[in-house]
């Protein structure tokens, strides 16, 4: 038995290097490098915010961190374990995704849609057991999609949507939870009750969430944790309070006019006059 | 597409307790096996002979009808060709069902993805270059020469399907992936006919008229061949349930639940040439109804849950199999329509209706 003080519970990136290896028809793939030598924890029961500028790779990072591609070089650990070392059949039991990209499923209930996410746990028949149910229960209940659960998934809103796969996703019943973007095509009202209800996904279910956001403001006032992947194409773990007070956010974001302000944590436009 | 549509009128029907659509699923799998029941019995008692309902039921029951032609005509003609078409119509809507789901494209099926071509080619190759014997075409090859044709015409299927899947690991879109389909069906297509220009003239006769599609060339030793593949096929498309279930979502949230993405293709692509081989095999390249049994069984269960459309469109497959049969035999008359002929005819305009009525379908997301 290993003792407890020696495993980080939730997930650890040890020096760990992205990219991707490009298939090319008839050709040898070409590695790509995206990011190197990123180290950073991301606990159980924490809403983790994983922020940058366009292109810093945070996709990347994250399809890495949930096993959809390998790491070219270093480790992620979930709950201490090598994700590289577990089958993918039982890595879907620990982890589960809410990707960026739009789905078009076809003609299933938001009911049927988050008993998808119960296929991990299924035989070949997908069969669903009575708890398999009482999870899809639990989950819609979660996100407070119950009112939703008759409803077809392809006439909901992008909100109820976004939900609805957390939803799906928590019905896996994962150790760790990661979302690609999930606030990018939501109104206001929307975004912030979706983060919300993350961060209380995280405490309530004792869930490591890690997810990757534009929202910069919104994120640093509810992330229990920030991920800043920076141009230089570096990454650094930390409170929002103390990452904003570093500066690294304004390095990160600051562009022409616009400069953020590490004591209000927001951005602010700089009068022109004012300029040196 | 659009996300907000508003309230369907299926939303608000359903009751709010219990699961949705569980009695609409029982009411359509009802209806089905009554039509199934109907159009069996309609198949078996229709044809250029009449034969009286009562006769036609007491050799079905295994004893002699009246007049001994009435026996043979039911024993030996309409009770195979029946069978044939219930065998057929459930392999061709499950291999259409499983192509749409893996390729996630609405109107891809075995014929159209070039599976059908590459099981004539197989067939042609064995029965016009290997000869198969001095005899008429696939009718006259019995035993173990029809094994090779039915083995031929699935390795054929196979083939292309394989390749395409081969391809499908570069090419992003699926309309690209369609359109690549369309292109090796075209090509297998040719190269059949240039096999046919190096064999005997006669042989190409048989050729084209078996690639009309008919179910009345099958015997009794056929069908011991056909059902049991046409069986096998079925039980292995059973084993993926699961992981077609999990592809809806698209390959990413697929592999994120554990699914092998790899290994489904494989199996699907195996099953379905088992399926779409033995019926090339035995029927000709049919048409149509691989392509529009899935979409006409999610409209009518109102799923796309692979559990429920999987014996659906088996079910739905045999029914519309055996009016296409008894279509294209023109009750009472000796005339034979080609079954291609019927198939499309009846489907092209069923399409177009189910696709125009369908908000859902119009806008593209009938899958």
Not at chain 2, 270 to 282: D, N, P, R
Request: aromatic letters at 4%.
């Amino acid at each position: 038995m290993i003792p407890s003080s020696t495993v980080t519970p939730g997930v650890e990136l040890h020096d760990l290097t992205i990219g991707y290896t490009r298939r090319r028809a008839l050709r040898r793939g070409t590695v790509t490098e995206v990011a190197s030598g990123l180290s950073a924890v991301a606990r159980r029961g924490e809403l983790t915010a994983l922020v940058g500028p366009n292109g810093a790779g945070k996709s990347t990072l994250l399809r890495t961190l949930c096993g959809l591609q390998p790491a070219l070089r270093g480790r992620v650990l979930i709950d201490g374990e090598d994700v590289a070392t577990v089958k993918p059949a039982d890595l879907a039991t620990r982890i589960s995704v809410v990707l960026t990209e739009r789905i078009d499923p076809g003609l299933f209930t938001v009911r049927e849609l988050v008993a998808l996410g119960r296929t991990p746990h299924l035989p070949a028949s997908a069969r669903l057991s009575p708890e398999d149910l009482a999870a899809v229960d639990q989950a819609l209940e979660a996100v407070g999609a119950t009112r939703l659960a008759s409803r077809q998934f392809s006439e909901l809103s992008d909100g109820q949507r976004q939900r609805s796969l957390t939803a799906r996703a928590l019905a896996q019943d994962p150790s760790l939870l990661v979302l690609d973007e999930p606030t990018s095509f939501l109104d206001v009202p929307s975004r912030v009750e979706l983060v919300d209800v993350l961060g209380r996904l995280a405490r309530e279910q004792n869930l490591a969430v890690v997810m990757s956001t534009h929202e910069l403001e919104l994120a640093l006032r509810v992330a229990d944790r920030m991920w800043l992947l920076g141009t230089d194409r570096t990454l650094t773990c930390d409170t929002p309070a103390a990452l904003a007070e570093s500066g690294r956010i304004g390095a990160a974001f600051d562009r022409g006019r616009m400069r953020f302000d590490s004591r209000t944590m927001v951005f602010d436009l700089k009068p022109e006059d004012s300029s040196v | 597409m659009t996300a907000v549509l508003g309230a369907s009128p299926a939303a608000t029907e359903s009751a709010p307790d219990s699961p949705p659509g569980t009695g609409r699923v029982s009411l359509v799998f009802t209806a089905l096996i009554v039509g199934l029941a109907a159009a069996t019995i309609l198949s078996v008692t229709l044809g250029s002979v009449t034969v009286p309902l009562g006769e036609t039921l007491r050799v079905l029951f295994g004893q002699e009808a009246s007049d001994p032609r009435w026996s043979m005509v039911v024993r030996d003609l309409r009770l195979p060709r029946t069978i044939t078409a219930i065998a057929v119509g459930a392999a061709l809507g499950i291999a259409g069902l499983q192509m749409q789901t893996l390729f996630r494209n609405a109107l891809a099926d075995p014929f159209i993805l070039g599976a059908s071509s590459g099981a004539s080619l197989g067939v042609a190759i064995v029965v016009v270059i290997g000869g198969g014997g001095a005899s008429g075409f696939t009718a006259g090859l019995a035993g173990l020469g029809r094994a090779g044709v039915v083995l031929a015409a699935a390795l054929g299927a196979a083939a292309v399907l394989l390749l395409i899947v081969l391809l499908s690991r570069w090419v992003r879109s699926a309309v690209t992936l369609l359109l690549i389909g369309v292109m090796l069906g075209s090509a297998t297509t040719a190269v059949v006919s240039v096999l046919l220009v190096y064999s005997d003239p006669q042989r190409s006769q048989q050729f084209l008229v078996w690639g009309l599609g008919s179910f009345t060339a099958t015997t009794w030793s056929d069908l011991k061949l056909l059902v049991p593949v046409v069986l096998g096929g079925i039980a292995v498309a059973l084993l993926t349930v699961r992981a077609l279930n999990a592809l809806l979502l698209g390959e990413g949230y697929a592999r994120s639940m554990g699914i092998d993405i790899r290994v489904v293709r494989l199996t699907t692509v195996v099953s379905a040439a088992l399926l779409a081989g033995a019926t090339t095999a035995f029927c000709g390249p049919i048409g149509f109804l691989g392509l529009i049994v899935p979409h006409l069984a999610r409209m009518a269960f109102g799923t796309s849950d692979h559990r429920i459309l999987l014996p659906g469109v088996a079910l739905l497959g045999a029914v519309l199999a055996l009016v296409c049969g008894i279509m294209s035999q023109m009750p009472g008359t000796d005339t034979v329509f080609p079954l291609n002929a019927v198939t499309a005819i009846v489907g092209a305009p069923v399409v177009i209706a189910v696709l125009i009525r369908s908000r859902r379908g119009a806008l593209g997301a009938a899958l």
